[in-house]
């Protein structure tokens, strides 16, 4: 459904390692398609060649940052997993819960491309020791639930799943596990809990998932768009991985970047990683007629705003970062100058409080208020002391004061846009401070 | 340990703990909601933000909550930085938000969590304009009131209810700001423990709904440290009383026994202390020449009804007394002291009497300890032989859950993960838990976490015990003809206790059968023989103070009646005991027709009552002073928690020992001297060397803090010089109290840094909710800093004595008969509770379970009459079908069908015929 | 979810429900896929939904007793995850994407086209019980804002006027 815009022609193994298999007309890569483009190749050779040890400091080598959003080094993160002798044997879990506002990639990668998700799979699976993969997809993707299903049993019924997984003495499996709903299961270990058939509320970190995960064994779990990596890494090495992104970003391999919002052509690319906004942008045809860009946000929904001038630099993790906001998932949602600050701020916000798991009480009670003050200034209804109300919550829902990650991220735009667009939240004062007045709408509750 | 450094100031500290447990210990005001000392750390509410900083020299230090933060030595933490401090007060703000400020009319107002941390952290000012988010509440039955609009989501009451207790139907639903916190659908909460919610909810979301019904304020109460009189386990409370009526039971922390938690029986169970019925008044019923009793009692004044009673008594040959195991020590021994101790029955029956001394001789000989119910909590491997212990000591069934959980904190030690985070604990636990075996007649509400839940008749679940300890040690009896099943599973137990550091057997009195009991004493034995120095055992007895009363000495109550009978005595004292709920109600009456006197002390209109010549009026546990004695041997003084004839100066409501005293005088024609509780404690530590430890109870009424008497009452009390206007404008001195060291005002000591050991009510500057306990703890959640309440009778002693060789035959179902066990039920099992008419709600309507099998066979459905007969007796039951009682066993429920008592009481195997019933069964269904 | 206080009719309503036995083998399946069962609850309550169209009260206490473990957990989960009915929902689902992307093109003015051609609010369904209005978080499909899914299907970009074709596909 999502479209990869660069077409076919111009996608080649050697550089476009996530989507050279795809078809411009988005049906699926088929098994033995997959298979006669070097599909499951790297797990053969991994079997071959590997310990479980060599195959995570090839993945380490490669400074593979996770692309779910918080840029943690996969290979890192695999080295940490309580393994050897005496520990149980865990899983890995493929986190496809997106649902990050603004990121339409995963989807993209398990419709068209099953395979090379499992095959990234297999491979974490047999780095990390585990016995057991779980993909824990989304409920509402129809589509990429009924291609990963067919692409389990293809690779099953070829040998590269289950009982001695292509004829070596290790077994793996890989079962898939819809979600039904709620953004907080993205979050890795309120997707664990979710995955045990609980209520999705984070966990609290220590102990890490790869120490106690699901049904407290060792436990790995990965984006989507990170596992798909693996497979090229482990084919290729980690010195062509870094290569990729050559100069433009100390961040290895590709980046399946993309733009939405107010461009007039929306859509995903795979470019080096540190590729800039200002050639997404172009790539996406620029702005729609008649608008101007006023604001953007890097990557989804929990980064922080961003200005025009900050279109030349490369969208990497370390980059981004240096602005204060952060790269996330690397699709940049575009706002033209038509465009309130504070309603799109507001619609963030009431996203992010409908979606808060309620566990924690800044998250629980601090956003829903938020979105009131913000409906209020929307409204030209707010009193003189809302906004610093409002950048006081900003801070206070901050990284570690909240339980996860989940209200700092709702604090990012918050805290940036009051930041770059004050004028606009001033305008929305009208009143002076206590005067009863009617009441705004309430939060929806669904 | 570890250094810590806070504020500037250096403290010694647990190292195993989190900031927030080691700061609060120190005595340090760290507000928190979510975290509770019972059940750990989760990190939900936010509330217990403090700074820490990497070293000494950095100072901008992160926030972090200090109930998620492990004690770190050399760590630096700052409580009362300005930016940690702002972050509280917002979070308070935050709670605030949809939290209705309904103080003036929420129960939970004044001794309400969230108030205290509200006032502690300084919000003081409403920033929210909007609308508030509401709720709709559920009717939770009888004992819980439920107020969701007062909920501040710290999830505890889900953590107890589910993860402490093992409950199933309360939870927490929705999500965001939509939390809410309630049964999956309406009705009453089927957890023993659901009270424990009013106490661990910070606010009043739920609340007692026994208290709701004559509501007072926490600082309106009157307290005084009690004991539980709703059956063996010693459970500390706090009742408190207002205008003469007990308005509520509170628990009273005591580190050794039940901690921070009750059971609903005990908590629910007061009401028989208020009923309109009781007798307040002494009551003479004239006889007719044929000995027949007048119907209506005619009332009598105190010294009338002495010297009434003291003549009738003289007029006899030879008086014995009936004493009872729920009274005091104190109130027994003065019985024995007024009839003679060659006079004097326990009023237990003689196969309970056989059976308590029994137990007692057991938890002395077999060279393991009696465990405190903490110690239970930390056994690491439990076989329980015959006892459903929610229902017949819900209390330690719930320290036995936590012991079996232990291994979670086993298990994360192996991953450096920290007993008190909860939620990783559960985690890595999942359903692992330390071993647990169950041998009962019907499945219990513990067989969900056990390792092994068996049923079996009594005799086969003595067997099994006899084959674990002959797995454990050769020596012991081996058991005849072991079915290879039953073989099997002794060696899985014996395993597992073997494999234990804290092997804990428990066994007791509930199914009355001695071979259990001897069983679990040959298991003893063996553990200790198998050098496992830390096993324990503890056996389960009925009532209050039936270990107090086999320490006692006296006779049975089988004995008494025979004296009657036989014409060997003709007068008699009967002691707060209603024998008609402990032998054959024929028999009973038989022997009190044939005495020419009978002189009845009780506060309840029992069935004995109704047959006394005189009845005085007694005291019940809030209206006087004694000790029990509970299960694990630990003797605990109750205190009065008012004086009766205060509000109501037409009682004449006395302390049973004192009646006893004052008939004592009377009938030696001497002027009744005063008495002091004291002198009498110190008499029944004299009575036997057992008792001797009382001593160290004693002087307890000369204890003064500061050269003060203790307050009963809060501080700020108010009303007192306007409650008793209606019947005299001038306020009387209050009631002077000589027998403790308890004055009956708010004048007194009732603060928290003096040790004391005896607490009324837990109070500490800006501490009001029975969180307060912090404040009179060594460590939070550890003992009290001037020692548990109460002294150990049963220290462990070396082995003396051998095995029991006396094993039983296999339970063999015979063609036409079948066997008769009683099921103990928490509500309705106890002669006392079962008056209070939130219990009489709880209570399930009795009947007959049977097998399925069995049922079919005699052609029964289930609730169809059914006819029991034993003996001469026949009543009739409806029928109760049950999945798991063995075939050939009827079971019925202990104390709660009285027509069924004596058939439950004599001998070892009981036996009876059970056909269909032919009549309707009048009144158990109907009583509930 | 269903927190009020439950009428009699819903009583007897919930006393009354049985697991379908077909549903009961599918949950049983489902639980021989994980190491404890509890995993299997929330596909159970999907299965019982695929059924009904929503999760009744009675399905509750049938599922935790199915699967062995607590009724209040069960609830605790179909309350939880926004993809789990408790309420009688129309036969089509649409799920509007009210997130950033959507917002940014005009999600509010292809929602409020809905409210009016189906004249209902969002999280009610038409009295024909066609059609259940509710928002669903960023569908993964901003290159096609504002996106629609309807049942299985994915549509977008979605305008006001494209509603009552599109709705023709769903009777
Ligand atoms: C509220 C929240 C939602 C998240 N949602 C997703 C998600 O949908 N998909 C994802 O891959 N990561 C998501 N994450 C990030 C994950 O927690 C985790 O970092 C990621 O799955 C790790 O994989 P990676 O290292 O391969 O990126 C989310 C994090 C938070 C705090
Ligand atoms: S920040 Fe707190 S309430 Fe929000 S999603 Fe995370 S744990 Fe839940
Ligand atoms: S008490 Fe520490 S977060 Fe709640």
């Known amino acids: 459904m999502s479209r990869i815009l660069q077409p076919a022609s111009e996608r080649r193994p050697e550089t476009h390692p996530l989507t050279f298999r795809l078809h411009d007309d988005e049906s699926p890569v088929s098994f033995d398609e997959y298979r006669s483009t070097h599909g499951y190749e790297a797990v053969a050779q991994a079997l071959d060649k590997h310990t479980f040890e060599s195959l995570t400091d090839e993945v380490k080598a490669a400074n593979l940052r996770g692309r779910g959003g918080a840029g943690f080094s996969a290979g890192m993160k695999w080295s940490l997993t309580m393994k050897g002798e005496g520990v149980p044997r865990g899983y890995v879990v493929c986190n496809a819960d997106e649902m990050e506002p603004g990121t339409f990639k995963d989807r993209l990668l398990m419709e068209q491309q099953p395979h090379l998700l499992i095959e990234g799979m297999i491979l974490a699976g047999y780095a990390n020791r585990a016995k057991q993969g779980y993909i824990f997809l989304r409920g509402e993707y129809h589509r990429a639930a009924a291609s990963i299903q067919r692409a389990l049993s293809d690779a099953r019924a070829n040998g590269w799943l289950g009982k001695r ?71 290729h090495g980690a010195d062509w991985f870094q290569a990729l992104s050559g100069e433009l970003s100390d961040d290895g391999g590709t980046k399946l970047y993309g733009a939405s919002g107010k461009v007039k052509q929306p859509g995903l690319w795979e470019l080096p990683m540190g590729t800039s906004g200002r050639e997404l942008l172009e790539r996406a045809g620029g702005m729609r007629d008649g608008l101007t860009l006023k604001s953007w946000l890097p990557g989804g929904g929990s980064t922080g705003f961003l200005l025009p001038e900050h279109l030349e630099l490369a969208l990497d993790f370390d980059t981004i970062g240096g602005t204060g906001s952060r790269m996330g998932t690397g699709l940049i949602t575009v706002v033209a100058d038509n465009q309130s600050l504070v309603s799109l701020t507001r619609n963030l916000e009431e996203f992010f409080a409908r979606e808060s798991c309620g566990w924690c009480t800044p998250c629980r009670d601090g956003l829903p208020w938020s979105v009131k003050l913000l409906r209020a200034l929307e409204a030209g209804e707010g009193e003189p002391g809302d906004i610093e109300l409002l950048e006081q919550m900003a801070r206070d829902l901050g990284p570690g004061k909240t339980f996860c990650a989940h209200a700092p991220g709702a604090a990012m735009p918050l805290a940036s846009a009051i930041h770059y667009f004050r004028d606009e939240f001033e305008r929305g004062i009208s009143r002076p401070r206590g005067e009863a007045h009617a009441d705004p709408i309430p939060v929806g509750s669904v | 340990m570890a250094t810590i450094h806070v504020d500037g100031n250096d403290y010694e500290v647990e190292d195993s703990d989190n900031l927030l447990h080691a700061c609060l210990s120190l005595g340090l005001d760290i507000p928190y909601f979510c975290w509770h000392p019972a059940m750990g750390s989760v990190g939900a509410c936010r509330q217990c ?273 009936i004493g009872s195991p729920r009274a005091s020590l104190e109130s027994n021994h003065m019985l024995a002291q007024l009839v003679g101790e060659a006079n004097f029955s326990t009023g237990i029956e003689a196969g309970e009497l056989t059976r308590i001394r029994r137990m007692q001789a057991l938890n002395r000989e077999t060279g393991v300890a009696t465990p405190s119910l903490r110690e239970i909590e930390h056994a690491d491997a439990v076989l329980v032989l015959g006892e459903d212990l929610i229902q017949s000591a819900a209390r330690v069934g719930l320290s036995v859950r936590q012991a079996v959980r232990g291994k979670g904190a086993e298990l994360g030690a192996t991953r450096g993960i920290p007993d008190w985070n909860a939620e990783a604990i559960k985690t890595i636990a999942q359903d692992a838990g330390h071993p647990l075996f169950l041998a009962t007649p019907e499945a219990t509400k513990l067989d969900g976490i056990a390792a092994h839940a068996w049923r079996a008749a009594p005799q086969d679940i003595a067997r099994l015990g006899f084959a674990v300890a002959h797995a454990l040690d050769p020596t012991a009896p081996a058991v005849a003809d072991l079915e290879a099943e039953l073989a099997r599973l002794a060696e899985r137990c014996a395993d597992a206790l073997l494999a234990a550091k804290r092997p804990l057997v428990i066994a007791g009195d509930s199914l009355g059968d001695m071979a259990i009991i001897e069983a679990a004493g040959n298991v003893a034995r063996a553990l200790a023989r198998r050098q496992k120095a830390e096993a324990g055992l503890t056996l389960i007895r009925r009532e209050a103070n039936s270990v107090g009363l086999g320490l006692l000495g006296g006779e049975s109550l089988d004995w008494a009646l025979e004296r009657l009978e036989h014409g060997d005595a003709d007068g008699v004292v009967i002691l707060e005991n209603d024998l008609y709920t402990r032998l054959s109600a024929a028999r009973v009456e038989a022997a009190l027709t044939e005495a020419g006197c009978v002189v009845v002390i009780d506060h309840q209109r029992t069935t004995t009552w109704e047959r006394a010549d005189i009845g005085l009026p007694a005291g019940t546990f809030a209206e006087s002073d004694g000790t029990l004695v509970s299960l694990e041997g630990r003797a605990q003084r109750f205190y009065q928690v008012f004086d009766p004839s205060y509000l109501r100066p037409e009682s004449r409501i006395r302390e049973s020992w004192r009646w006893l005293h004052a008939l004592k005088a009377t009938l030696e024609r001497q002027t009744v ?221 202990a104390g709660s069908v009285p027509e069924a008592a004596p058939a439950l009481t004599p001998g070892t195997i009981r036996r009876g015929r059970v056909a269909p019933g032919a009549r309707d069964i009048g009144t158990g269904e109907a009583r509930s | 979810m269903n927190q009020t206080t439950a009428d009699d009719g819903a009583r007897i309503a919930s006393d009354a429900f049985a697991l379908d036995p077909a549903d009961r083998e599918a949950i049983l399946e489902e639980r021989s896929h994980y190491p404890y069962p509890q995993a299997a609850s929330i596909e159970a309550l999907k299965i019982v939904q695929k059924r009904l169209g929503y999760v009744p009260d009675g399905a509750i206490p049938a599922i935790a007793d199915t699967l062995g473990i607590r009724p209040a957990d069960v609830e605790g989960v179909a309350t939880f995850y926004s993809l789990i009915f408790r309420q009688p929902v129309g036969r089509h689902v649409i799920l509007i994407c009210d997130s950033s992307s959507c917002f940014l093109t005009d999600y509010e003015a292809l929602r409020d086209a809905f409210i009016e051609h189906l004249g209902i609010h969002m999280g009610q369904t038409t009295a024909d019980g066609r059609f259940t209005l509710l928002p669903v978080c960023c569908l993964g499909a901003c290159d096609r804002g504002p996106a629609v899914l309807i049942g299985e299907t994915l549509h977008g970009p979605v305008t006001p006027e494209d509603i009552p074709k599109l709705l023709e596909a769903y009777p």
């Not at chain 2, 508030?132 to 009888?142: C, W």
């Not at chain 2, 109460?221 to 308005?247: K, M, T, V, W």
């Not at chain 2, 010294?303 to 003291?310: E, M, S, Y």
């Not at chain 2, 009382?694 to 003064?704: A, G, K, V, Y």
Request: charged share 25%; glycine share 8%.
């Open chain 1, 165 to 235: 997984v292509n004829g070596s003495d290790w077994d793996f499996d890989i079962a898939l596990h819809t979600g039904a709903g709620r953004y907080i299961c993205g979050e890795e270990t309120a997707l664990i809990n979710s995955l045990e058939g609980k209520r999705a509320n984070p966990r609290a970190k220590p102990p890490f998932p790869g120490q106690s995960g699901a049904w407290g064994l060792p436990t790995v779990v990965n984006n989507v768009e990170t596992l798909c990596n693996v497979p090229g890494i482990v084919a």
């Open chain 2, 673 to 893: 001297e005063t008495i002091v509780l004291d002198e009498l404690t110190e008499a029944v530590a004299g009575v036997a060397p057992a008792l001797a430890a009382l001593h160290r109870n004693t002087p307890e009424s000369l204890f003064r803090i500061h050269g003060l008497k203790l307050a009963r009452e809060p501080h700020r009390y108010s009303g007192r010089t306007a409650m008793r206007a209606n019947l005299d404008v001038n306020e009387p001195r209050a009631s002077v109290d000589l027998d403790t060291p308890f004055a009956f005002s708010m004048e007194g000591y009732s603060g928290y840094r003096e040790p004391r050991r005896e607490v009324a009510f837990a109070w500490a500057p800006g501490w009001n909710s029975p969180q307060a306990w912090n404040k009179f703890q060594d460590e939070v959640g550890g003992h009290l800093r001037a020692g548990d309440p109460g002294v150990r009778l049963f220290p462990v002693q070396p082995a003396s004595g051998d095995y029991c060789a006396t094993l039983p035959d296999a339970f063999a179902r015979s063609e036409h008969e079948w066997q008769i066990v009683d099921l103990p039920q928490l509500f309705g099992g106890d002669e006392m509770s079962r008056r209070a008419e939130p219990i009489q709600a709880r209570m399930a309507p009795p009947r007959v379970a049977l097998s399925h099998a069995d049922a079919a066979r005699l052609g029964i459905d289930a609730g169809a009459p059914v006819s029991i007969t034993v003996g001469e007796a026949t009543f009739v039951l409806s029928a109760r079908l049950s999945p798991s009682l063995p075939n050939g066993i009827v079971g019925l429920p």
């Open chain 2, 49 to 321: 933000a403090v700074k820490q900083y990497k070293d000494a020299d950095d100072d901008r230090g992160m926030l972090v909550m200090s109930c998620m933060a492990p004690v770190k030595d050399d760590a630096y933490i700052s409580i009362a930085d300005d930016e940690a401090k702002a972050f509280r007060e917002t979070v308070i703000e935050w709670l605030m938000v949809n939290h209705p400020h309904d103080c003036p009319v929420c129960e939970e107002g004044g001794h309400c969590h969230l108030q205290d941390m509200t006032v502690m952290t300084g919000h003081d000012r409403r920033r929210y304009r909007f609308r508030k988010r509401t709720h709709r509440n559920q009717n939770l039955g009888p004992f819980i009131a439920h107020e969701m609009n007062r909920c501040i989501t710290c999830y505890r009451c889900t953590r107890f209810y589910q993860d402490y207790a093992g409950g199933e139907d309360l939870g927490a639903f929705g999500a965001h700001d939509n939390v809410y916190f309630g049964r999956y659908e309406e009705g009453t909460l089927e957890s023993e423990f659901s009270g424990n919610l009013t106490e661990v909810c910070p606010t009043g979301v739920f609340t007692d709904q026994t208290h709701s019904d004559h509501y007072t304020r926490k600082w309106d109460l009157q307290f005084a440290p009690s004991i539980c009189h709703q059956c063996a386990a010693g459970c500390n409370i706090s009742p408190g009383e207002r205008y003469g009526d007990i308005r509520r039971i509170e628990n009273r922390y005591n580190g050794d026994v039940n901690g921070y938690f009750l059971c609903d029986r005990g908590r629910f169970g007061y009401g028989y202390v208020n009923r309109q019925d009781r007798p307040t008044r002494p009551e003479w019923r004239q006889r007719s020449h044929e000995r027949a009793l007048a119907e209506s009692p005619t009332t009598l004044e105190v010294d009338a009804a002495l010297d009434c009673a003291a003549d009738s008594l003289r007029g006899a040959k030879r008086i014995i007394g």
